[in-house]
């Protein structure tokens, strides 16, 4: 599931499209306002509420946080569908990826030298495995996606949609699908590739309210069992 969304590029609905985003910040504003010491006492649906505010409405000091989202990747299915294409004679192939993950923001507190990660919610993520990005719908030159949310669902919903190429995918199969039980696979969306998708920003595009991506990272990490254990309580509570 994701937002559809339309963005033909002319002012007046640049215009739209910035009011209906400030309507969507103002029913989050309350929440993103909260200073982060509360974020411990928050639940998940109002830490993606606070994640989403500050991102739109106080991106500079936000960033001093180096906030990174982490979606720890819970399932996987691969979809490979044969159409038509637009010239005769000839059909295509195309090839996506569904995941379902868990997601969480960490931030790093330089005064105090220490980081903390928080659920933010569950989410699913939809990539066309392409080498050029997706038509429908299209995204900017260099972008790799956005991140929306359904803050009307529960628990917290977040959708993530994108591309990767086809060299990424070739990388990415063996560990997504490596019958190890201690392997794990995660989406990294760091602080300095994620932007409001709003005036002033008009590399990226996506619904109203919603966040542009740049760069997707995929991070596989393999621990012993026990180790694993520990350090996944540690670094990603669930």
Same mark, same amino acid.
């Given at each position: 599931?994701?937002?559809?969304?339309?963005?033909?590029?002319?002012?007046?609905?640049?215009?739209?499209?910035?009011?209906?985003?400030?309507?969507?910040?103002?029913?989050?504003?309350?929440?993103?306002?909260?200073?982060?010491?509360?974020?411990? +006492?928050? /639940?998940?649906?109002?830490?993606?509420?606070?994640?989403?505010? !500050?991102?739109? &409405?106080?991106?500079?000091?936000?960033?001093?946080?180096?906030? /990174?989202?982490?979606?720890?990747?819970?399932? @996987? $299915? /691969? @979809? =490979?569908?044969?159409? $038509?294409?637009?010239?005769?004679?000839?059909?295509?192939?195309?090839?996506?990826?569904?995941?379902?993950?868990?997601?969480?923001?960490?931030?790093?507190?330089? %005064?105090?030298?220490? &980081?903390?990660?928080? @659920?933010?919610?569950?989410?699913? =993520?939809?990539?066309?495995?392409?080498?050029?990005?997706?038509?429908? *719908?299209?995204?900017?030159? !260099?972008?790799?996606?956005?991140?929306?949310? +359904?803050?009307?669902?529960?628990?917290?919903?977040?959708?993530?949609?994108?591309?990767?190429?086809? %060299? =990424?995918?070739?990388?990415?199969?063996?560990?997504?699908?490596?019958?190890?039980?201690?392997?794990?696979?995660?989406?990294?969306l760091r602080d300095n590739?994620?932007?409001?998708?709003? %005036?002033?920003?008009?590399? =990226?595009?996506? *619904?109203?309210?919603?966040?542009?991506? @740049? !760069?997707?990272?995929?991070?596989?990490?393999?621990?012993?069992?026990?180790?694993? /254990?520990?350090?996944?309580?540690?670094?990603?509570?669930?």
């Open positions: 599931m994701r937002s559809e969304y339309n963005h033909k590029f002319n002012p007046d609905l640049v215009e739209m499209n910035e009011k209906l985003r400030k309507d969507v910040m103002r029913t989050l504003e309350n929440y993103g306002v909260r200073p982060f010491s509360e974020l411990p +006492d928050m /639940t998940e649906a109002e830490r993606s509420k606070w994640f989403f505010w !500050n991102l739109h &409405e106080n991106l500079d000091n936000f960033r001093k946080l180096e906030p /990174t989202l982490i979606g720890q990747i819970m399932c @996987t $299915q /691969t @979809t =490979v569908s044969e159409g $038509q294409s637009m010239e005769p004679n000839k059909s295509v192939m195309e090839k996506r990826l569904a995941l379902t993950c868990k997601w969480h923001i960490r931030l790093v507190y330089s %005064a105090f030298q220490n &980081e903390e990660a928080h @659920t933010i919610g569950e989410g699913s =993520v939809d990539l066309l495995v392409s080498d050029s990005p997706p038509l429908n *719908p299209s995204l900017r030159k !260099n972008q790799k996606g956005y991140l929306d949310s +359904d803050n009307s669902l529960y628990p917290n919903q977040l959708f993530l949609y994108g591309w990767v190429s086809e %060299a =990424v995918w070739d990388e990415l199969k063996q560990h997504l699908y490596s019958p190890s039980p201690n392997c794990q696979t995660d989406i990294l590739y994620v932007f409001p998708v709003k %005036a002033g920003f008009d590399f =990226v595009v996506g *619904p109203p309210g919603s966040i542009g991506i @740049t !760069n997707l990272e995929f991070r596989v990490s393999s621990y012993s069992g026990e180790r694993r /254990t520990s350090r996944r309580s540690e670094t990603l509570p669930r």
